[in-house]
Nanobody, 126 residues
Framework: HVQLVESGGGSVQAGGSLRLSCAASGYTDSRYCMGWFRQAPGKEREGVAGLDSDGSTSYADSVKGRFTISRDKMNENTLYLQMNDLKVEDAATYYC????????????????????WGQGTQVTVS
């Protein structure tokens, strides 16, 4: 049974930084994709970043150069999203997600291709 638990959300001023964490457990597949998504009130859930099990990464254009997705070097079951230079438009509930197989150059951002989700963590930027 796969479980994803996010933490690290909070309130920051524009230009500030936050690091989100996602603790994953129960995953046994050797090839899998993990992603970060966000959803602001009244908006669709959108893909922010994806990390393949081979280490390749994908980012939404809106966060390239500011956000970094990574896996803990000591514990590969922990996923991070380092968010720098936060903007008001980055405010949303952020979700960690996982799916079997590779991320895919396009499908990494497709929420309906993921079958495991965390509960979400709120990020507020003022």
């Amino acid at each position: 049974h796969v479980q994803l638990v996010e933490s690290g959300g909070g309130s920051v001023q524009a230009g500030g930084s936050l690091r989100l964490s996602c603790a994953a457990s129960g995953y046994t597949d050797s090839r899998y994709c993990m992603g970060w998504f966000r959803q602001a009130p009244g908006k669709e859930r959108e893909g922010v970043a994806g990390l393949d099990s081979d280490g390749s990464t994908s980012y939404a254009d809106s966060v390239k150069g500011r956000f970094t997705i990574s896996r803990d070097k000591m514990n590969e079951n922990t996923l991070y999203l380092q968010m720098n230079d936060l903007k008001v438009e980055d405010a949303a509930t952020y979700y960690c997600a996982a799916k079997n197989g590779p991320c895919g150059s396009v499908s990494w951002r497709a929420a309906d291709t993921y079958n495991h989700w965390g509960q979400g963590t709120q990020v507020t930027v003022s």
